[in-house]
Nanobody, 115 residues
Framework: QVQLVESGGGLVQPGGSLRLSCTAS????????MGWYRQAPGKQRELVAT???????NYGSSVKGRFTISRDNTKNSVYLQMNSLKPEDTAVYYC?????????WGQGTQVTVSS
């Protein structure tokens, strides 16, 4: 099993920045990739960004050019730098670990973009 703990959410004004962190513990050798998904009220959960152990990244179309995902394998952690935030980025952000066919999820952290 893999446990994920997120931090870094909060309230920010439009145009501002936030950095989310997620640290994995447990059977970390089973992790193929880590990433972030988000879910806004009344909407489906959607991809934000993922990064493989080797460093290959993938981004959702709505965040390309504004968000950057990075990973520190020595700390079993993944980070999401979010710049130029918009009100439509408001959602609960979930850390995800891809375990070669199954998934582990964090508890979620709220990001609110509002003036």
């Amino acid at each position: 099993q893999v446990q994920l703990v997120e931090s870094g959410g909060g309230l920010v004004q439009p145009g501002g920045s936030l950095r989310l962190s997620c640290t994995a513990s447990g059977h970390i050798v089973s992790i193929r990739a880590m990433g972030w998904y988000r879910q806004a009220p009344g909407k489906q959960r959607e991809l934000v960004a993922t990064v493989t152990r080797a460093g290959s990244t993938n981004y959702g179309s709505s965040v390309k050019g504004r968000f950057t995902i990075s990973r520190d394998n020595t700390k079993n952690s993944v980070y999401l730098q979010m710049n130029s935030l918009k009100p439509e980025d408001t959602a609960v952000y979930y850390c995800n670990a891809d375990l070669y066919g199954s998934d582990s999820w964090g508890q979620g952290t709220q990001v609110t973009v509002s003036s």
